[in-house]
């Protein structure tokens, strides 16, 4: 084998190229179509139902798929009306058991570029504190406290609740829209929670907070978003001003 005498990297003129990381608002699901397949994930059988309150989390709290997967009834507030809250303090990735030290093919962490020990309060609707009181009720717990859990009560993975996922979206969409990348992923339903939050006059600063995000990952990922508000803002100060 032959070595080289220096790297030769500093020599390649290449320019890694440009991205656009904006979310493609045509595809998010707004709130009508986001509650069509929610309800059409409850109609795909027993793991159907159990999922059910597993998409309603993604949706009405934005939390990501990972931080779903290890929610425990211990994490909710749930009133008997009104509004309540969900504390988030870990995600769940599917890495293979060969990288965990538990040996399973999962691993828990720490919520997404925070501390191990962060965690993020989220307001949850009132419904889903419905969804989650008909869930405790009808499916119970693991021995640990987790809400949603596999086939054989494993950890839940994103192959399973993914297949359940993409027959709920083909019950709901068009042949035509089925074709496009319209709600294609589960992650979805978080985007239509952000862009839904932003475009009800939360402040940015409190989007990202509840998201999980830093304001410049926000404004990156949801500038359509933000800067479609600016005339209504322009008129709340205008009235103000007079």
């Given at each position: 084998?032959?070595?080289?005498?220096?790297?030769?990297?500093?020599?390649?003129?290449?320019?890694?190229?440009?991205?656009?990381?904006e979310i493609d608002f045509r595809y998010v699901p707004g709130p009508a179509l986001a509650r069509k397949l929610i309800?059409?994930?409850?109609?795909?059988?027993?793991?159907?139902?159990?999922?059910?309150?597993?998409?309603?989390?993604?949706?009405?709290?934005?939390?990501?798929?990972?931080?779903?997967?290890?929610?425990?009834?211990?994490?909710?507030?749930?009133?008997?009306?009104?509004?309540?809250?969900?504390?988030?303090?870990?995600?769940?990735?599917?890495?293979?058991?060969?990288?965990?030290?538990?040996?399973?093919?999962?691993?828990?962490?720490?919520?997404?570029?925070?501390?191990?020990?962060?965690?993020?309060?989220?307001?949850?609707?009132?419904?889903?504190?419905?969804?989650?009181?008909?869930?405790?009720?009808?499916?119970?717990?693991?021995?640990?406290?987790?809400?949603?859990?596999?086939?054989?009560?494993?950890?839940?993975?994103?192959?399973?609740?993914?297949?359940?996922?993409?027959?709920?979206?083909?019950?709901?969409?068009?042949?035509?829209?089925?074709?496009?990348?319209?709600?294609?992923?589960?992650?979805?339903?978080?985007?239509?929670?952000?862009?839904?939050?932003?475009?009800?006059?939360?402040?940015?600063?409190?989007?990202?907070?509840?998201?999980?995000?830093?304001?410049?990952?926000?404004?990156?990922?949801?500038?359509?978003?933000?800067?479609?508000?600016?005339?209504?803002?322009?008129?709340?100060?205008?009235?103000?001003?007079?």
């Open positions: 084998m032959e070595r080289l005498p220096s790297l030769p990297l500093a020599k390649v003129d290449w320019t890694p190229p440009e991205t656009d990381d309800d059409a994930v409850g109609a795909q059988g027993d793991r159907g139902r159990h999922l059910k309150a597993f998409f309603g989390c993604i949706y009405y709290a934005a939390t990501r798929p990972g931080e779903a997967v290890t929610l425990r009834a211990s994490d909710f507030t749930l009133p008997e009306e009104g509004w309540g809250q969900v504390v988030l303090s870990s995600s769940s990735a599917r890495v293979g058991s060969d990288w965990t030290d538990s040996g399973e093919s999962y691993d828990s962490r720490g919520l997404k570029k925070r501390a191990r020990r962060a965690t993020r309060e989220v307001p949850i609707p009132p419904v889903l504190v419905r969804l989650i009181r008909e869930h405790i009720d009808e499916f119970g717990t693991t021995e640990d406290g987790r809400l949603f859990r596999a086939v054989r009560n494993g950890g839940l993975l994103s192959k399973e609740y993914g297949d359940v996922w993409k027959a709920a979206r083909l019950s709901v969409l068009t042949e035509q829209e089925a074709k496009t990348p319209l709600a294609e992923v589960p992650y979805g339903l978080r985007a239509a929670c952000v862009s839904l939050w932003l475009e009800s006059g939360v402040s940015p600063a409190e989007v990202a907070r509840r998201a999980g995000h830093s304001i410049a990952v926000l404004f990156r990922f949801y500038a359509e978003a933000i800067h479609g508000s600016e005339d209504r803002d322009n008129a709340l100060i205008e009235s103000r001003l007079l």
